[in-house]
């Protein structure tokens, strides 16, 4: 990113309303996207390069390392790093206790979105955080601290208009991709806090017991 003020990079919970963005304190230096597909070999005697078909893509990764620091301002009163900072990251790692089905204590960490200015979306879930404390106060206090954070991409963005997980849709709803292992239930508990709230007429569905992981649905307010 050049000019003088460059965007701050961000990381936003995208399955909690209203969630706070968590600011990187410094942006990345580099970024490291992965994608990878899989190709199998047909089976066929007698040839000596068997035909090859395509077995399917996966999903890409990005990795990045983030500085955290509080010593630069705070001196030798600075903060926890991990309070003031890498607390909020690695706890999008942790099933959230309101995230769990109350009666098969089911859950799964959140969802969330890597934004970097206007260029760079990246909606994923994160799969690896590996922390190290660089810089110390003389109580022990971390005051610096890096975070080696990998991203797993659950949305193509090229195969579907992005949304902003902030706004809403046509008339004011807002828009959820379903996951695997989605069920009504379990979205309508954690849109509403009710599994039995179901309001689904305007998304027309033909098989409610079956969602298809990628699908969109509107999920009105109220």
Same mark, same amino acid.
Request: aromatic residues 8%.
């Given at each position: 990113?050049?000019?003088?003020?460059?965007?701050?990079?961000?990381?936003?919970?995208?399955?909690?309303? %209203?969630?706070? @963005?968590?600011?990187? &304190?410094?942006?990345? $230096?580099? *970024? !490291?996207?992965?994608?990878?597909? #899989?190709?199998?070999?047909?089976?066929?005697?007698?040839?000596?390069?068997?035909?090859?078909?395509?077995?399917?893509?996966?999903?890409?990764?990005?990795?990045?390392?983030?500085?955290?620091?509080?010593?630069?301002?705070?001196?030798?009163?600075?903060?926890?790093?991990?309070?003031?900072?890498?607390?909020?990251?690695?706890?999008?790692?942790?099933?959230?206790?309101?995230?769990?089905?109350?009666?098969?204590?089911? %859950?799964?960490? @959140?969802?969330?979105? &890597?934004?970097?200015? $206007?260029? *760079? !979306?990246?909606?994923?879930?994160? #799969?690896?955080?590996?922390?190290?404390?660089?810089?110390?106060?003389?109580?022990?206090?971390?005051?610096?601290?890096?975070?080696?954070?990998?991203?797993?991409?659950?949305?193509?963005?090229?195969?579907?208009?992005?949304?902003?997980?902030?706004?809403?849709?046509?008339?004011?709803?807002?828009?959820?991709?379903?996951?695997?292992?989605?069920?009504?239930?379990?979205?309508?508990?954690?849109?509403?806090?009710?599994?039995?709230?179901?309001?689904?007429?305007?998304?027309?569905?033909?098989?409610?017991?079956?969602?298809?992981?990628?699908?969109?649905?509107?999920?009105?307010?109220?």
């Amino acid at each position: 990113m050049s000019g003088d003020n460059p965007a701050r990079a961000q990381i936003v919970n995208l399955d909690q309303r %209203g969630a706070t @963005p968590i600011p990187c &304190f410094f942006n990345p $230096k580099e *970024l !490291s996207l992965t994608k990878s597909n #899989t190709w199998k070999q047909a089976d066929k005697k007698g040839s000596s390069i068997p035909p090859t078909e395509f077995g399917g893509g996966q999903p890409a990764t990005m990795t990045m390392e983030l500085l955290f620091d509080t010593y630069a301002q705070g001196g030798k009163d600075a903060a926890d790093v991990r309070a003031a900072f890498t607390d909020a990251i690695w706890n999008l790692m942790m099933v959230p206790p309101t995230k769990k089905d109350k009666k098969n204590k089911m %859950g799964r960490p @959140p969802r969330v979105q &890597f934004q970097w200015g $206007k260029i *760079l !979306s990246f909606e994923a879930v994160i #799969t690896s955080i590996t922390q190290k404390f660089t810089l110390f106060n003389s109580d022990g206090t971390p005051v610096r601290a890096t975070l080696n954070v990998t991203f797993q991409q659950i949305v193509d963005a090229t195969e579907r208009p992005r949304q902003n997980p902030t706004s809403g849709g046509v008339g004011g709803e807002r828009v959820r991709t379903v996951q695997d292992g989605d069920t009504l239930a379990w979205i309508a508990y954690e849109e509403y806090g009710d599994p039995t709230r179901r309001r689904w007429d305007a998304n027309r569905l033909t098989r409610v017991r079956h969602l298809t992981p990628g699908l969109q649905l509107e999920i009105p307010n109220g």
